[in-house]
């Protein structure tokens, strides 16, 4: 028996790193911050982000491998650890103003927003089984918490203790999934357990592992029948954690889901596409149907974002090149889209009085003509309407489909665009057209929740009118 | 100077777009000067390019200029590209020149409109020379759409210029409908074309048509001259045109009469190498062209409003000119499109004229005598008249001939005897126009009694009980009209024919057409010509005799012959056939879609959708109960399934 030291290459993990130990610097910063100064541990956490994102780019183009082929850094993990920054540098501007206005004004928000962020950027680099768990629990326990952070709010606190039973429950299958998994290989690398594959093809203990780990997945992402804690934690948790929620995890743990899969088990494809098609068609209808009657603003982004998963599940049925370049262009155009409209949601709410219900939105336009308008963009954005971002990933992904031989999934994707437009279309139509609601005409908007909007706007527009250089860099594909 | 070429377009822009913005606060003579000078700019610019195309190797006289890349999408790249060869060197002088003189002449016809109308009329004029160019000069079929389309929206915006009047509103309506009936089968034919060859470019489209399948080649001209048959007013499409008279009339001039209309014949001279491999599609060409041609003549013969009189005339021919691309005389065709600018355009300049001394008079019943008030229009009106008719040496007599003899000389003996008979009612409709116009008895008055007219079933009630006072037009309006007599009177020069001496003009073409040997023997092209200038003499003669001499002749044979006079005067009831098979079956159809198929059946349906939807959105509402629970037996249940899906399979 040979003792091989692992490869300890931290340059590989720096993105990671750097984040964990701006957590660190933040946490201890609280300790001697003014309760009126805590939105500079917020500022602290921003750059830490940006120089997490500057080492990120760094990295780019040279795929490295180490700790054992645990962790890479690939242009696809690269790609989506960007995304993750990207993500929870705008919740963290919309956030600053927000936790003041609901009173949980604590440098914890942040630590527990920044610990979550490397979970998230491990599970999206991570290539082995045992790693993605870790960085899975590494993210959800931060969210647990996130969500139940309003500890005043019966119902945060309601949205933090279900997120935590049920993610408690996944995580259980998730990792039954991967003693399978170990069971039928010997093994939790990603590259090992697809060669062990291609030595011994059926592999019935494989099988009942793969299907635990889609679960696990499942449940992360959202995907029908395991969305059932969506619509009730982001309605119960803080809107500003939702918004983070609502794009990170999906980032990382499809991430992870698509390398799993992909680099994994592609010998079971034949099995898992049609499992996985029979979900996304799952994902999608019910997703869009239940939004179109939702009231309420943020259980219709939640029945939205299960939709939007499901979409981005057409691309991994895909698979191939294409598949993956257009997930990963679906994740970033869904982060910045998505957080645009939650954003709008916290720019226009009175303290901790929000615009929860539809109807409040009434005459918006009229009282705050370009939060409305923003918000409108994003709104269309979601629905697919070009030139927007939502518009080319969901093209992106539509035209995988129909080239890899799934046109039928493509055709009940665009049939339910169609219904989803008649949801985002109503908060438009309320406040364009019908009259102010009173007692919404005094909002000082926060010129940082301000900021947040126009930089998400910029980037909603940008990928749509001139989608080709994201295109490009997210083409990069994995490091096997 | 080639590479100038872009200039040729860009300044009837730049002037369109100055007046288009500026003309409401920009004294009146600063509007005139830049609409025409842009016009006149755009001439010489076209000039200097004819004289440097001239000046090259006769073998190379033809330039492709690149300006961007306009469309590139994936295998689809369309350049804006112009194209300059003698064909659209032509083009551009008859267009920028033509247009030029109706623009000065325009400063004199529309100076009584108010101040924000004279602005529009001068924007929409440089707009239109624009496009026209456009079309003439692209060297792609996409660009040529461009300028095809373009074109016939400024024909709309100008043919209802004075859109108050509900004939001018409906006139510019039914042109543009009308013509999009032909631009549907265009597009068609360019998509065609595009599936067929991968391009649109026209150099590479001609130098590969050899490789196609002749049936398609026969499909993509016939779509190709659908579009002709709209915008060149032939059979069955023609109606719009001469509805087309309610615009101004240096629009008929400009627009329905020397270039516009022309473009369906500068089409298909265009696309050539393609109807050269078509026998069949330039057969259909050519007999669309003679039917129409006699068939508008015959209409010609009893109108009494000078202004449709013309109209019809210019569809007729039109159809020459269409006579000669469908039998193979491109160079013909497009020589008599030359002429005929010059000398329709002056017949409607003439007209114009009239209109003006006459307070917008037009028809001929209340017209008369003016030959001693206007002697201007008078003498230019004559020349064109002689031109039109086929009187020797006169410009229509050269290249009407071109086009008979070419139809003789190619075998198309019956279309020769329709054109031969077309030329005689030609001679005749239009000195019948003439006669009544400037000679026999004036039946306006100047003071307010009625007019003197003895027969006044059709008069019009609203030019009727007008008393008015001739008078010459100024000279901004009668210069244009001496410049286009004199091109009337020599401009058939060009293109003699080779008994008489040297035909330039086919010399000229040959790099772009092959020339076109008649291989007519001396004594048979005499003859022909013989035949020509009798049949145009015999309907001068009858026009002298039947107005001048016997005035009583036409009011009896209209009396005996009232069948056949009614026929023509209602115009072969065409646009009554017209209104009730399209139109009001087309309304009724219309009604049917929104009334049965879009609000029950497609709005019934997609109401029916949206309750299903919701009804379901209701249904899974109620799964979401709260419960944690509930959730997780859920998620249990779906694992067991996935999971026994997975391995019992």
């Known amino acids: 028996m040979s003792l091989s030291v692992p490869d300890l290459n931290f340059r590989v993990i720096a993105p990671a790193l750097i984040v964990a130990l701006t957590a660190l610097i933040v946490l201890l910063a609280e300790l001697v911050t003014p309760a009126p100064r805590k939105r500079w541990l917020g500022v602290l956490g921003l750059i830490g982000l940006l120089i997490a994102a500057g080492a990120t780019v760094g990295l780019w183009g040279a795929p490295a491998s180490a700790f054992g082929g645990m962790v890479v850094a690939d242009n696809f993990g690269l790609f989506l650890t960007l995304v993750i920054l990207l993500g929870a540098a705008l919740s963290i501007l919309l956030a600053l103003d927000f936790v003041r206005a609901h009173r949980v004004d604590q440098g914890e928000y942040y630590v527990l927003v920044l610990f979550a962020v490397v979970g998230m950027i491990l599970m999206a680099t991570a290539t082995d089984l045992i790693v993605i768990f870790l960085a899975l629990e590494l993210l959800s326990l931060p969210l647990y918490i996130l969500a139940a952070f309003k500890r005043a709010d019966a119902r945060s606190l309601e949205a933090g203790l279900k997120y935590f039973l049920l993610g408690a429950f996944s995580s259980a299958f998730f990792l039954y999934g991967i003693a399978f998994i170990f069971g039928g290989t010997g093994t939790t690398n990603l590259m090992k357990i697809a060669d062990a594959l291609a030595k011994n093809p059926r592999n019935d203990l494989l099988l009942v592992g793969a299907g635990l780990l889609l679960v696990g997945f499942a449940f992360k992402v959202a995907l029908v029948p395991f969305h059932w804690w969506t619509p009730d934690v982001y309605d119960g948790a803080p809107t500003a954690v939702t918004a983070f929620m609502s794009v990170g995890v999906k980032a990382a743990a499809f991430g992870a889901f698509f390398r799993a899969f992909l680099v994994a088990l592609p010998a079971f494809a034949f099995d898992w596409r049609i499992v996985l098609a029979a979900l996304a068609v799952l994902t999608m209808t019910l997703g869009n149907v239940a939004a179109l009657l939702q009231s309420n603003v943020k259980r219709m982004l939640a029945y939205s974002s299960i939709a939007h998963a499901g979409y981005i599940l057409i691309a991994l049925v895909a698979m191939g090149a294409s598949g993956l370049s257009s997930a990963l262009f679906y994740l970033l155009a869904y982060t910045l889209t998505n957080l645009g409209a939650f954003g709008a949601v916290i720019a226009l709410s009175d303290g901790e009085r929000e615009r929860l219900e539809i109807r409040d939105w009434g005459g918006a336009a009229r009282q705050y003509p370009f939060i409305a308008a923003m918000f409108a963009i994003f709104m269309l954005s979601l629905a697919g309407f070009p030139p927007l971002a939502g518009f080319t990933g969901k093209f992106l992904i539509f035209s995988a489909a129909v080239e890899t031989g799934w046109a039928w999934l493509a055709v009940i994707g665009v049939l339910n665009s169609l219904v989803s437009a008649y949801f985002y279309l109503r908060p438009i139509v309320q406040m364009y057209m019908s009259e102010p609601v009173p007692g919404w005409d005094r909002i000082r908007v926060a010129p940082l929740v301000a900021l947040a909007l126009v930089l998400a706007l910029i980037g909603v527009i940008a990928l749509g009118l001139y989608p080709t250089p994201a295109i490009v860099m997210a083409t990069g594909g994995f490091l096997r | ?649």
Request: hydrophobic share 55%; proline share 4%; aromatic share 14%.
């Open chain 2, 1 to 649: 100077m080639i590479n100038s070429l872009w200039l040729i377009p860009a300044l009837p822009l730049a002037g369109a777009t100055i007046n288009a913005i500026f003309s409401r606060k920009l004294p009146r003579w600063l509007v005139s000067v830049i609409a025409c000078g842009a016009v006149g700019a755009s001439f010489v610019v076209s000039l200097l390019a004819f004289f440097a195309m001239q000046s090259t190797d006769e073998h190379h006289r033809v330039f492709n200029v690149s300006l961007f890349t306009w469309i590139p999408v994936a295998d689809f790249k369309v350049d804006v590209a112009f194209l300059l060869d003698p064909l659209s060197a032509l083009m551009l002088l008859v267009v920028t020149g033509v247009g030029f003189l109706i623009h000065v002449y325009s400063i004199g016809y529309m100076d009584a409109e108010r101040d924000d109308g004279y602005g529009h009329f001068f924007t929409y004029l440089n707009l239109f020379i624009f496009s026209m160019l456009m079309l003439v000069l692209g060297s792609n079929y996409l660009l040529m759409y461009v300028g095809w389309e373009l074109v016939g929206l400024c024909s709309y915006l100008l043919i209802s210029f004075w859109f108050h009047k509900p004939e001018a509103a409906s006139a510019g309506k039914k042109a543009f409908i009308t013509t999009r009936v032909g631009d549907f089968g265009f597009g068609l034919g360019v998509l065609l074309i595009f599936t067929t060859f991968g391009t649109l470019d026209f150099a590479d489209i001609f130098a590969h048509a050899k490789l196609i399948d002749q049936s398609l080649i026969t499909i993509i001209t016939l779509l190709l001259f659908a579009g002709a048959v709209g915008k060149s007013a032939q059979i069955p499409l023609y109606v719009w045109l001469p509805d087309a008279m309610e615009g101004p009339t240096p629009v008929s001039a400009l627009i329905h009469a020397a270039t516009m209309v022309t473009a369906g014949v500068y089409m298909v001279a265009r696309s050539h190498a393609l109807f050269e491999l078509s026998p069949f599609s330039s057969e259909v060409v050519a007999w669309t062209g003679a039917l129409t041609a006699i068939y508008t003549a015959t209409i010609a013969l009893v109108q009494m409003d000078l202004k449709r009189v013309l109209a019809y005339s210019t569809i007729s021919q039109l159809g020459y000119m269409f006579v000669a691309v469908g039998i193979g005389a491109y160079g013909a065709g497009i020589f008599h499109l030359m002429t005929h600018a010059f000398f329709k355009a002056l017949l409607f300049l003439g007209a114009g004229s009239v209109m003006h001394a006459m307070n917008g008079i037009i028809d001929m019943r209340q017209l008369g005598g003016l030959r001693a008030k206007m002697p201007r229009t008078y003498i230019t009106f004559l020349a064109a008249a002689l031109a039109i008719a086929g009187f020797p040496f006169f410009a229509g007599f050269f290249s009407k001939d071109e086009i008979l003899a070419s139809a003789f000389a190619t075998g198309h003996t019956a279309i020769w005897v329709i054109g031969l008979i077309t030329a005689g009612l030609t001679a005749f409709y239009i000195f019948r126009a003439f006669f009544l116009t400037f000679h026999t008895e004036p039946r306006w008055t100047t003071d307010d009694r009625r007019p003197l007219t003895e027969d006044d079933s059709h008069r019009s009630s609203v030019n009727g009980h007008r008393s008015v006072h001739p008078h010459e037009s100024p000279a901004v309006m009668t210069i244009p009209l001496a410049i286009l007599a004199v091109l009337s009177v020599i401009g058939g020069f060009a293109g003699m024919p080779k008994v008489m001496g040297a035909n330039f003009l086919e010399h000229y073409f040959e790099p772009v057409f092959k020339p076109h040997d008649l291989h007519l023997a001396a004594s048979t092209e005499w003859m022909l010509i013989g035949a020509s200038v009798a049949a145009g003499l015999l309907g001068i003669a009858l026009a002298y005799w039947f107005y001048i001499a016997r005035p009583t002749i036409p009011v009896t044979l209209a009396r005996r012959f009232s069948g056949i006079y009614n026929l023509l005067w209602h115009k072969y009831w065409i646009d009554e056939i017209y209104s009730w098979l399209f139109v009001d079956k087309g309304y009724r159809l219309a009604m049917f879609l929104w009334q049965v198929l879009d609000v029950k059946i497609i709005d019934g349906a997609a109401n029916g959708l949206g309750r299903a939807t919701a009804a379901l959105s209701r249904v899974t509402r109620s799964w979401q109960s709260g419960y944690a629970r509930a959730y997780a037996l859920m998620m249990l249940i779906a694992t067991v399934i996935v999971l026994g899906w997975l391995i019992l399979r």
